[in-house]
């Protein structure tokens, strides 16, 4: 999988932040059927050797930096996690998105506990893709299992969708958004694009730019990624 940059400065409606894309060991799960991220991966000496100069770029400016890998934070390796963590604090950086799957949600609470005592707040990532539950796990493969929403905002404050894979309607993209929006602190929409194992379908996609687009642009937590590199990395 090719990727070309993996540090980017954000200014947008929200916040200013960082944002790195790191490698991990691959993702646990590996079965989504529309994921090939996982493969974002390499020996461990040499995905160590790539985080660390990706690493080398933050500045700590803006007090907030996400970092995104090739599945969850937890995957990547312990040497990469304790560089961040350094950072952190050598930086001044008072805030740390991080992704993590639903089956993560322990590791991120005992995070969360440690970051607070360094007066760092952490934000959690959760790709939920959409809140119908049967298509995410029966045709997704998603492998969240039925979670209820509190359950899942207990400890996530970040959510991505996903829209323009085969099955999907606007109804039910009009209902993920009011649901995310009105639940989660950042939502991240992805529209999306061709990858390993199915083609977008273009003409719900088309439908979504000229009659939902227009509507859901301007909601100040929702982030619209046209483009899977639109956060700059990628
Ligand atoms: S959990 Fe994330 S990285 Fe892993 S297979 Fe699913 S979408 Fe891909």
Known sequence: MKVNKRYSRIND????????LLQGSGCFWKKCRFCDYYLDT?????IIDLNNSVLDSITGQSGWLTVINS????ELPKKTIEKIKKILIEKKITDL???AHFKYKKDVETLREELKKLGITLHTRIGIETFDI?????FLNKGMGRPNLSEITETFDECCLLF???????????KDINIATNNFNSVYLNIYEERNRFKPDLELINEFKTKVYPEIKKIPNLNILINNTDLGVG
């Open 13 to 20: 409606k929200n916040r200013n932040e960082e944002i790195v």
């Open 42 to 46: 390499d020996s461990l000496e040499n």
């Open 71 to 74: 599945g969850s934070f937890f």
């Open 97 to 99: 998105t991080i992704e």
């Open 134 to 138: 049967d298509y995410r796990e029966n």
């Open 164 to 174: 323009g894979l085969p099955g999907q309607t606007l109804e039910q993209l009009i």
